[in-house]
């Protein structure tokens, strides 16, 4: 087995070979811990706020995975690795179990489990394109997905005719013709609060063009797809009231609603699920990342048709309906959110992260705007996509801290929900040192 001389020499190794945008460091999986991964190369560690995209809901190597007991159950998972669509077991029962009592509302019974978020919003629009074939007799070829501009969904197959952020994740390659409204959003263009009360002009706007297309093609809209948060697209928060009345048009005109949570799901927010904190009802969830396992829960008006995607046995699977080992994981880790309290520890860090973003904004003489944030869910704009990029890297590369970049010109923040207010403060720090760095040079 070939081995890399030094540490710092892995990005590149790898690079020579594997697809991949490696950072400039070398984390070493073991000596990782909580909000701070360690970086090999450089012997240090470094404040993770980005949490490998949103996908670690307790840090690195948190304390539900650290004992014996835990270990154990996830080596025994790791050495099989069962089509678990077909093949039952007493492993995926009891993580099942979990799911189902943690995650999943009563009146939404239906679980598909797959491994990739894009897979997982794919087989939502495959159970909503087959219910409204069966319920309005229409042709599939003539079916469509009702979707909103700075929309992420995915990188393949149905996800790529709803994505519309940076065309170099779909350029050249075929899509769906898919009608798509604007998305008035509290993010990078401003707006209004999220939680306001009534319409803006912009949603008033966004709602009657929605109106219009399911009046006009009604017959043929299968699903309304939307995120909460449209994070990729910059973190712009879609409002509750705007979503609730679209909510309403598509229960008038027999179209199914799907709540993308690939990326809101599992806890950041201060909820569960951010469709649930808004208030909404979707058909549908599609859910992945810190859940550790991707997949869809179904049910309300799905379940008016017997013959539904869910009810049929094949009409979607996979091999593997996700892998058992991530699933073991995603036990141990909610188990221990559910006892300790954890989404709820979240929401009460929500004031914190709210002032933090607002006296950066506050301090940094307009290079800063429109913070927003829900739970440990933050995001700044940045004056320039250029300088967005510098203040990135100077606060990787002189303050150890890892920050995500969305939309064209924001931060984001997407720490551990066990993360604490001095390791936030530490971040906020970070950025506004590393701002004013940026706008010197």
């Keep these: 087995m070939t081995v890399v001389d030094t540490a710092s020499g ?4 790898l690079a020579r070979t594997l697809v991949g ?3 400039p460091m070398t984390i070493d999986i073991e000596r990782s811990s909580g909000s701070y991964l360690w970086d090999e190369a450089a012997g240090r560690p470094v404040l ?5 995209f949103s996908s670690s809901p307790l840090g690195h190597n948190p304390t539900p995975l650290a004992h014996i007991e835990a270990e154990r159950k996830l080596l025994a998972a790791a050495k099989m690795k069962p089509s678990n669509p077909d093949f039952a077991s007493r492993v995926l029962a009891d993580s099942v179990s979990t799911f189902r009592r943690l995650l999943m509302p009563e009146d939404m019974p239906h679980l598909f489990l797959i491994d990739g978020g894009a897979a997982a919003v794919e087989n939502a629009l495959k159970v909503a394109f087959d219910w409204k ?16 501009r700075w929309a992420f969904h995915g990188r393949s197959g149905y996800t790529m005719s709803l994505t519309n952020t940076d065309p170099a994740k779909t350029a050249r390659f075929p899509k769906f013709d898919w009608p798509r409204i604007d998305a008035p959003a509290r993010g990078e263009d401003g707006g209004d609060d999220a939680d ?6 912009a949603e008033r706007r966004a709602l009657a063009e929605i109106e219009a297309t399911l009046v006009a093609d009604g017959d043929r809209i299968a699903c309304f797809v939307y995120e909460p948060i449209q994070g990729e697209g910059g973190d712009r928060h879609l409002g509750a009231a705007f979503l609730r009345a679209v909510q309403s048009l598509c229960i008038e005109h027999d179209v199914l609603t799907v709540a993308d949570e690939v990326q809101t799901g599992g806890g950041t927010v201060g909820a569960r699920w951010a469709h649930e904190a808004l208030g909404l009802r979707p058909d549908l969830v599609a859910f992945g990342k810190r859940l550790q396992v991707c ?20 009409r979607i699977s996979s091999t593997w309906g ?4 991530d699933l073991v994981r995603f036990a141990l880790l909610y188990e221990y959110i559910a006892r300790e309290n954890v989404i709820a520890r979240a929401a009460a860090m929500g004031p ?6 607002d006296a950066m904004v506050g301090s940094s003489d307009g290079h800063v705007t429109s913070a927003r944030s829900r739970g440990l869910w933050g995001a700044v704009t940045v004056s320039s996509r250029e300088l967005r990029d510098a203040v990135l890297g100077i606060a990787l590369d002189e303050y150890d801290t890892v920050l995500l970049p969305c939309g064209t010109r924001s931060i984001r923040w997407r720490p551990s929900l066990l993360v604490t207010e001095q390791e936030l403060a530490l971040s906020f720090d970070a950025v506004t040192r590393s701002l004013t760095a940026a706008v010197r040079s």
Excluded: W, Y
Excluded at 295 to 312: K, M, P, Q, W
């Design 10 to 13: 892995v990005p590149a190794s």
């Design 21 to 23: 945008d490696f950072l």
């Design 48 to 52: 993770d706020m980005g949490m490998f």
């Design 133 to 148: 074939s069966q319920r309005a007799g229409t042709d599939e070829t003539n079916l469509q997905a009702l979707h909103l």
């Design 196 to 201: 306001r009360a009534g319409l803006s002009e």
């Design 295 to 314: 997949g869809v829960i179904g049910g309300r008006r799905v379940d008016d048709l017997d013959t539904n995607a869910f009810a049929v046995p094949g």
């Design 322 to 325: 996700g892998s058992l080992v």
């Design 352 to 357: 914190f992260v709210r002032a933090g973003l």
